[in-house]
């Protein structure tokens, strides 16, 4: 199914050439759904643009494309407005037809990309022997909807997870797990060294106290770089359980990763030093050696280096990042490369990316693109943290969510005066705690910082989760009342639109493809988030003005094909958030 502004765009595309010659071939028409009913359901502002350029009057320039526009079989006549912008109003056939066949289409008439490319989405990255805190909370969900909406587009993704699983930190974690636990260290040890976090932070302590301790955990990390048995045994239990209780996280939030840490990359970096001084990038600064990217200086106004190998000959985030830029590029074929990390890193990104294309290490026509996002704030407007002042725990975090959607559900249950199984209650708390965590940050523009709130993420009222899974919950309600299968509803049976709220709810419906390749494009879930609450929205006026299960026929047959397409359209856009519908709540 083409997309309605696909079609829109085409016949403006012949009606300028028409008009004014091929010159003006592929210019963008403009086009703008409207928010007013009274202006139609799209408005063309290219006249105004054209105004310079054909040194005319932008409405007499409106005129001369409205003469050559032919979209008789689309909209009723177009109508000039204001200084020369051209409104549209589809017809209501028209309207139907598209409806019709999105209702027939698994995929909501969401055309797959012509050209799939490559995708890698590198997000989440939490450090090992650290626990996973709120500060990994936006990469993780962000980068994961991200993902889903590229993989539905048809792009094939692949998803990294750059975990922190390689540098000094490792000596003085092996030098404590030899000395506080070597029964780990032993063949098949199946050992628990218990909560890693105290672990770390045992380890850090003897670090900064013990100068003895200091000088063998430098030692240990030398053995781990140099292939050490032991030191590599170590290593491999600190990430295999970091990985194990990284795993229930992701399992819990619904999130396909794969990790692929800094530790992969290390027998790739010697040759990114190698080649950048080959190609004469390469500069010794302070017994360092940098690139000197274009236009970053410090805060003196200095040229501000890229260290890519350190004094002590030991190597930096950038040269793994570089390594990283070529094994992506030239051995997983990737065409677009999207840095799911938080906006404090994008200057490092431009300057990696700047000596990556200096290197001639970007391949012609891949796109590298730093994806950066805000930090979450308590409040009081201050980065997020416990009463303590310790950094939230992103399970702690979790379950408080899932806890407070439980006693709104128990509360609720208990005034409805309605019997719910425990296994009904605590689903219903985990789909709608987590839901609304999700989308409360999805929500946000991805680059502000967004305020975190249980309160308002929870609430059944205004732009969150439980008010989108609640508008699903309502055309579920319909079919268990009405006894009504909307799979089995007669196959010739279509929707007719009458009543204005219908109207508005059909609009809205005709516009996900766009929204969605959007997403896609420009990397806002916000985007998508802001389509499903209007659509919310609509649904619900529509539910309140029209009745669905006691209209005649056939009207209600087509007002349940509406509910239908609806709830559809709904499922599949909570699903690209990574967020579960519920069929009661």
Same mark, same amino acid.
């Not at 805000?374 to 201050?382: A, I, L, P």
């Not at 439980?466 to 309600?477: D, E, N, S, W």
């Not at 649904?539 to 709830?567: G, H, I, K, M």
């Given at each position: 199914m083409k997309s309605t502004l696909a079609q829109l765009t085409a016949r403006f595309d012949q009606a300028l050439v028409a008009a004014f010659g091929a010159d003006l071939a592929g210019t963008d028409p403009m086009l703008v759904a409207t928010s007013n009913p009274k202006f139609g359901d799209y408005q063309a502002n290219l006249a105004m643009s054209l105004a310079k350029p054909l040194k005319g009057n932008p409405r007499a320039i409106a005129a001369q494309i409205v003469e050559q526009l032919d979209i008789s079989d689309l909209c009723e006549p177009p109508e000039i407005a204001g200084p020369g912008f051209i409104n549209l109003r589809f017809k209501t056939a028209y309207l139907e037809d598209q409806l019709r066949a999105m209702q027939a289409d698994p995929r909501l008439g969401v055309e797959p990309v012509k050209t799939p490319q490559k995708v890698i989405v590198d997000f989440s990255s939490p450090n090992i022997a650290k626990e996973m805190h709120v500060g990994h909370l936006r990469s993780t969900i962000i980068g994961d909807s991200i993902a889903r909406v590229q993989e539905f587009m048809g792009n094939d993704v692949l998803r990294l997870n750059h975990v922190g699983d390689w540098g000094t930190q490792f000596g003085m974690l092996i030098t404590h797990l030899k000395e506080a636990c070597p029964e780990a260290l032993e063949a098949d040890s199946k050992v628990d060294i218990g909560d890693l976090v105290a672990f770390y932070k045992q380890a850090k302590k003897r670090f900064d106290d013990d100068d003895n301790f200091r000088t063998r955990s430098r030692e240990a990390v030398v053995g781990l770089q140099a292939g050490d048995a032991i030191a590599t045994k170590a290593w491999q239990t600190l990430c295999n359980q970091s990985r194990h209780e990284f795993q229930k996280l992701y399992d819990r939030l619904d999130i396909q990763i794969q990790e692929r840490g800094e530790s992969f990359y290390n027998p790739l970096l010697a040759d990114v030093v190698k080649d950048l001084a080959s190609l004469g990038l390469l500069v010794e600064d302070q017994g360092a050696k940098v690139v000197f990217a274009d236009g970053f200086t410090n805060k003196d106004g200095d040229p501000l280096p890229l260290i890519i190998q350190k004094t002590d000959g030991g190597y930096n985030y950038a040269t793994t990042d570089l390594a990283a830029i070529r094994y992506r590029t030239q051995q997983d074929g990737a065409e677009r490369v999207l840095y799911v990390v938080d906006a404090g890193q994008g200057s490092h990104f431009a300057q990696v990316f700047q000596v990556a294309a200096k290197a001639g290490w970007i391949p012609d026509g891949v796109e590298l693109t730093h994806?950066?996002?805000?930090? &979450? !704030? *308590?409040?009081?407007?201050?980065?997020?943290?416990?009463?303590?002042?310790?950094?939230?725990?992103?399970?702690?975090?979790?379950?408080e969510a899932v806890s407070r959607a439980r006693t709104d559900l128990e509360s609720r249950i208990q005034a409805e005066e309605r019997q719910e199984t425990e296994e009904f209650i605590q689903d219903v708390a985990e789909a709608v705690g987590l839901g609304a965590v999700k989308y409360a940050d999805l929500s946000q523009n991805r680059t502000s910082n967004y305020i975190f709130s249980f309160d308002k993420m929870l609430a059944l009222a205004g732009n969150t989760a439980?008010?989108?899974?609640?508008?699903?919950?309502? &055309? !579920? *309600?319909i079919s268990r009342k009405g006894d009504i299968d909307f799979d089995h509803l007669p196959a010739e049976a279509r929707i007719h639109l009458e009543d204005d709220s219908e109207f508005a709810l059909a609009r809205h419906l005709l516009q996900l493809d766009e929204v969605l390749e959007e997403v896609a494009q420009d990397l806002y879930p916000s985007r998508l988030c802001q389509y499903l609450f209007e659509l919310?929205?609509?649904?619900?006026?529509?539910?309140?003005?029209?009745?669905?299960?006691?209209?005649?026929?056939?009207?209600?047959?087509?007002?349940?094909?509406?509910?239908?397409?609806?709830?559809?359209t709904l499922n599949l856009g909570l699903s690209l958030l990574g967020i579960r519908v519920l069929e009661r709540m």
């Open positions: 994806v950066p996002f805000g930090v &979450v !704030q *308590g409040e009081d407007g201050k980065k997020f943290k416990t009463r303590s002042g310790d950094t939230v725990k992103l399970k702690d975090l979790l379950d439980p008010y989108m899974l609640y508008a699903y919950v309502r &055309v !579920q *309600g919310s929205q609509k649904f619900n006026q529509f539910y309140d003005r029209c009745s669905v299960l006691q209209a005649a026929e056939p009207q209600r047959t087509s007002r349940l094909l509406l509910c239908d397409l609806t709830a559809k």
